[in-house]
């Protein structure tokens, strides 16, 4: 039974901490990933949000 008990408390010490055994370059990887989706989808609404900005300022400069 104490077997038991030391690996569950070494599984809710790793939950806790954010550990579940992935390598740290895989996480660096997928952040990377994500930052290069964000700014590909974020470069094809460029012309909108340009004008929306513009648009923005010219309304309250007006």
Same mark, same amino acid.
């Given at each position: 039974? &104490?077997? %038991?008990? @030391?690996?569950? +408390?070494?599984? %809710? =010490?790793?939950?806790? $901490?954010? !550990?579940?055994?992935?390598?740290? *370059? #895989?996480?660096?990887? +997928?952040?990377? =990933? #994500? $930052?290069? #989706?964000?700014? =590909? +989808? %974020? *470069?094809?609404?460029? !012309?909108? %949000? +340009? @004008?929306?900005? #513009?648009?923005?300022?010219? !309304?309250?400069? &007006?």
């Amino acid at each position: 039974m &104490s077997i %038991v008990k @030391q690996k569950y +408390g070494r599984l %809710v =010490a790793k939950v806790y $901490a954010g !550990d579940f055994g992935v390598n740290q *370059a #895989a996480e660096v990887g +997928g952040l990377v =990933a #994500a $930052a290069i #989706a964000i700014t =590909a +989808g %974020v *470069a094809t609404q460029g !012309d909108q %949000v +340009g @004008q929306a900005i #513009a648009t923005f300022f010219t !309304d309250k400069l &007006s």
